[in-house]
């Protein structure tokens, strides 16, 4: 059997892996300069290269597409630098918003042997050219013996922000490592153990509620999901703000759904619907990942996260289908399906946030596979009522790869939550529209808040793309960042 993996004591120093495969420092004169190549006649254009290196690249029948990497030798066979196509594969189109040469760095970073590397070709967003690099080096290998090979390291075009683009690498790859982390290492307890070590790099205060304390502090929702498993469900709270900070900061909150596993409890998922439910803490992991980001960089607000975390198992004193259950902010909620868990563990999450009436409220969640039915799985829905907000974070999805679609918080569906014996149901009759119902479920429990938006994330990446393997993928992080980064200038 594979030993445990080093994730809690790793995460020591979050960010670790943004050093690993980038660095800030000049070219050095043993760097393997790499050239973009978007169509023929840049390659023509290119003057650096001999007789004999175009010759080679023919022969290598290299075209400027993108994935296409001919590595050119020296004359004493050495390696003298890369060639990499960026132009559209036939399939894509100048609007299609993942065919950016930026982010073919990704697959280069994925595919090159280690060694140092620098750009050699201008390109029009650097700092996205860094971070596609990052992601796309980035390995989960906390399980496999002897596979801990070095990454190339790409030196950070001197026009980027730094700093960004290692928040943001060593962010993505903290909240993916915790979602790859199988769920028998990754419980309740392990993913507040992971915002204790984000708390203590960053200097944030963090406090906790576990177990059967979460009712005597009135939190029954999330204390009625994690009661039947053996590990002690809890709501973890994470403040920080920057040193010197003025009083009149935004204040930022975020919301994460932490269910470590999702049996689906007494409404049994099958064995297929089980498979991936070690990501259904994925949204603990953005929220995170996104702190880890807005803190490295220092953005100035007052930032909040909140984490309900829980496992939803079967057991004897499991919460039951028709039960009806108090929530933090008094509604009463009758349980249609126990599988709708997702929803109740946000609800009182919630509820606490929307007491501190910040000025921004975002929840992260792996809420419903009717999202992934809709927009399928590397296009989470954003809902929100404010369509300001909405522009901007879609402006700002797109701006960095990491994009999101708005769906409607569409009031007449909230009439299918209505319950007979209770305040609402937690889930509607029929099955339609479930992503838009869920999010009009939370929306029950934001009164305070004046601006909120909702991400239902897969939390998963089903296959390798430019930007990272097959995996966890904290969906929507990269472009709040953005967003809030926009706005704190």
């Known amino acids: 059997m594979p030993s445990k993996p080093q994730n809690r004591d790793a995460n020591q120093s979050i960010g670790k892996f943004a050093g690993e495969a980038l660095t800030a420092a000049p070219v050095?004169?043993?760097?393997?300069?790499?050239?973009?190549?978007?169509?023929?006649?840049?390659?023509?254009?290119?003057?650096?290269?001999s007789a004999a290196q175009r010759a080679w690249a023919q022969t290598q029948a290299f075209k400027p597409t993108s994935r296409k990497i001919v590595p050119l030798p020296t004359a004493d066979g050495k390696l003298h630098g890369i060639l990499s196509g960026v132009g559209p594969q036939p399939a894509q189109g100048r609007d299609d918003p993942m065919a950016r040469p930026e982010l073919q760095l990704g697959h280069l970073a994925a595919t090159l042997p280690p060694g140092s590397y620098h750009l050699a070709s201008k390109v029009s967003d650097p700092e996205l050219a860094g971070v596609a690099w990052g992601l796309g080096a980035y390995r989960y290998r906390h399980y496999k013996a002897g596979e801990n090979e070095p990454v190339p390291?790409?030196?950070?075009?001197?026009?980027?922000?730094?700093a960004h683009i290692n928040a943001i690498v060593g962010g993505v790859a903290f909240g993916r490592d915790l979602i790859n982390t199988p769920a028998n290492d990754m419980g309740p307890a392990e993913i507040e153990a992971a915002a204790r070590v984000l708390a203590k790099q960053h200097g944030a205060k963090i406090t906790s509620i576990v177990g059967d304390d979460l009712l005597v502090q009135n939190f029954p929702l999330i204390h009625a999901v994690g009661r039947a498993s053996p590990r002690a469900p809890r709501l973890i709270d994470l403040?920080?703000?920057?040193?010197?900070?003025?009083?009149?900061?935004p204040k930022i909150t975020l919301v994460g759904k932490g269910i470590a596993f999702d049996t689906g409890g007494l409404d049994l998922k099958p064995s297929s619907g089980m498979l991936?439910?070690?990501?259904?803490?994925?949204?603990?992991?953005?929220?995170?990942?996104l702190g880890h980001m807005i803190m490295a960089a220092g953005l100035p607000l007052r930032l909040r996260i909140i984490v309900a975390a829980a496992e939803n198992s079967v057991a004897g004193n499991a919460f039951r289908p028709l039960d009806v259950i108090k929530s933090r902010a008094g509604?009463?909620?009758?349980?249609?399906?126990?599988?709708?868990?997702?929803?109740?563990?946000?609800a009182d999450a919630l509820a606490l946030a929307d007491e501190d009436k910040p000025d921004l409220l975002l929840t992260f969640a792996t809420l419903t596979g009717a999202a992934r039915v809709a927009l399928g799985p590397?296009?989470?829905?954003?809902?929100?009522?404010?369509d300001d907000l909405a522009a901007k974070l879609a402006v700002a999805g797109l701006s960095t790869a990491d994009p999101i679609w708005r769906l409607p918080m569409w009031t007449p569906y909230d009439v299918g939550l209505e319950s007979p014996v209770a305040d609402l149901n937690n889930v509607a009759e029929g099955g339609f529209a479930g992503a838009i119902v869920a999010a009009l479920f939370l929306r029950r429990f934001v009164k305070n808040t004046k601006k909120y938006a909702h991400f239902d994330i897969y939390g998963w990446?089903?296959?390798?793309?430019?930007?990272?393997?097959?995996g966890g993928e904290v969906n929507a992080a990269r472009a709040v960042f953005r967003y809030l980064s926009q706005l704190t200038k």
């Not at 390291?153 to 730094?162: E, M, Q």
């Not at 990501?279 to 953005?286: N, R, V």
């Not at 296009?379 to 404010?386: A, G, S």
């Open 461 to 470: 990446r089903p296959a390798l793309k430019p930007l990272g393997p097959k």
């Open 153 to 162: 390291v790409l030196s950070i075009p001197t026009s980027a922000n730094a």
């Open 239 to 249: 403040t920080w703000a920057p040193r010197d900070t003025k009083a009149d900061l």
């Open 276 to 289: 991936l439910m070690k990501k259904d803490m994925g949204g603990a992991a953005a929220v995170l990942a």
């Open 378 to 386: 590397d296009l989470p829905p954003v809902f929100t009522d404010d």
């Open 331 to 346: 509604p009463t909620v009758e349980i249609g399906n126990t599988d709708a868990e997702g929803r109740l563990v946000l």
């Open 28 to 49: 050095s004169k043993n760097s393997t300069p790499i050239w973009l190549i978007e169509n023929s006649s840049a390659l023509e254009r290119l003057g650096v290269l």
